[in-house]
């Protein structure tokens, strides 16, 4: 482990393969001679994916499914195995985002229900799928594209935080596990790209990598298989929560009241006795990573 890794010949799934981060990378990953297996909701989506991965020369197949369903999950496991036997690489990418304070979610239990849904379980249950017989031909590799909120722990984003966290943390447990097979896992703590998920948010236009910037991180990982992807403000606010627990508490809480939720975040109509303390004003950020 370390050393580049060829993806020639490989099978790399991807989900979330039909934009941003997760299309990127795709056809990153098919430039260097892998076959790459898109999996996302969108059907027509994938297939332009594919069909411009082939016209470039490189080979791909679309599996569309819906990864919040558990049936949907497993019958696509089977049907990857079936079709290739193990899958060599597996990019947990697909995922969804929510921007919203825990002052305006005590009724919003669902938010932690569709955000677990996605960005934890159904990665979880194809990870779990796909393992056996990555650890039967002794060779596999899982990148987790996570978020540097992971370190950070931003306010606002619990929700999304937590669930992340949790594929965070189970694929470091199952990576120890897994050692002697020769199967390993990144997370991938990404900052801000610019893609569909932070497009609607105003204040973050022209900010951040561009989803081909990410996808040779992606690649990257692919190839030299490193345990975490960190940015440096990440590290650093980890570092902070770790030395300077309270004082960073109280940083943060002044960052929160600086920004508060989105009118989408409110609901357009929300009377003000509904914002969080601190929180007036509306910034336009309804979801980022
Ligand atoms: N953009 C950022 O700043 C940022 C930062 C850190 C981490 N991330 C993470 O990066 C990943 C990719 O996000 P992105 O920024 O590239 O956003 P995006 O363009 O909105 O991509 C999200 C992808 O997830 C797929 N997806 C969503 N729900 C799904 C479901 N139920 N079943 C199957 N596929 C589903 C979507 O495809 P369909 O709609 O076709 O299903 C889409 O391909 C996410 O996990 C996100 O949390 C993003």
Redesign the pocket.
């Known amino acids: 482990m370390g050393d580049d890794v060829s993806l020639a010949g490989r099978t790399v799934l991807v ?10 990378t795709a056809r990153l990953v098919a430039t260097e001679g892998a076959h790459v297996l898109l ?4 059907e027509d ?2 297939d332009r994916v594919r069909t411009t991965i082939e016209v470039a020369g490189g080979r791909a197949t679309a599996y569309p ?5 558990y049936a949907a999950i497993d019958a696509l496991v089977e049907r990857l195995l079936a079709e290739h036997g193990a899958v060599d690489y597996l990019v ?6 929510i921007r919203r304070s825990v002052a305006l979610s005590y009724d919003r239990f669902h938010d932690v229900e569709r955000s677990m ?3 934890f379980f ?1 990665p979880v249950r194809l990870t779990l799928g796909l393992l056996p017989a990555m650890r039967v031909q002794r060779f596999g590799h899982v990148v987790n ?5 992971v370190q950070m722990k931003a306010p606002k984003f619990s929700a ?1 935080i937590a669930s ?1 966290t949790a594929l965070d943390s189970w694929s470091r447990v199952a990576a120890r596990e897994a050692y002697a097979d020769n199967v390993t896992f990144t997370n ?11 497009a609607p948010t105003e204040a ?1 236009r022209g900010h ?1 990598a561009t ?1 081909e910037q ?1 996808a040779r991180k992606v690649l990257k990982a692919l190839q030299k298989r490193p345990i975490h992807v960190n940015t440096f403000a990440g590290n650093v606010g980890e570092l902070m929560n770790l030395l300077a627990p309270r004082l960073t508490e109280w940083l943060f809480h002044r960052f929160d009241r600086r920004f508060p939720d989105s009118r989408a975040a409110r609901g357009d109509d929300a009377p003000a006795a509904t914002r969080p303390p601190g929180g007036a004003g509306s910034g336009a950020r309804p979801r ?2």
Do not use: H
Request: charged residues 15%.
């Open positions: 989900t979330g393969a039909s934009s941003g981060i997760g299309e990127a999996v996302a909701r969108r989506e994938l499914c819906d990864l919040t369903n947990n990418n697909a995922g969804r985002s849904a996605i960005n159904g594209i996570v978020t540097w909120g999304y992340k991938m703590r990404f900052s801000l790209v610019q893609t569909a998920m932070t973050y951040g989803p990410a980022s990573g």
